[in-house]
């Protein structure tokens, strides 16, 4: 796949960015621990969990270009999948790899981190769970059921 094939998820993103409004904060936008390696947040639409990251995006990077907001339901992923935006290999332990450094080990609500242990930047990708805590969030994350 060649970089213009994702333009249209890059323009909308740029869009986005432009558009978000950093005179106003969310309540939560200080307890958020933006240190961790993965972030999950959730909440009913319109909320403002996208105003979150983005005005998170537009004061932690000087270039914007090192980060990049992609929403899933975007209709670009009608006729593409996630794999064309990340690289998904399969690894030596887990069950997938994405972008040659996170490790996912995919089960269910008792899947425990005997397959991954000891491995980096390991997480679990379980079913049947509403939240995440730690390494372990929920399989709905990736939009598919197990």
Sequence with gaps: ??????????????RKLSATDLRFRRYLYADIDWNVRLLGIKGARGVGKTTLLLQHIKEAFSNPDDVMYVS???????????GAV???TMPKQGDFLVNGKYVFEVGGSRKTFEQIANVP????????IETGNKNRMP????GCLY
């Design 1 to 14: 796949m060649e970089y213009s094939d994702i333009q249209p998820l890059i323009n909308a993103y740029h």
């Design 72 to 82: 899933l339901d975007n209709l670009w992923f009608n006729s593409h999948e996630v």
């Design 86 to 88: 990340a690289e998904l």
């Design 121 to 128: 930047d390991s997480y679990l990708a379980i079913d049947d």
């Design 139 to 142: 399989l709905w994350v990736f």
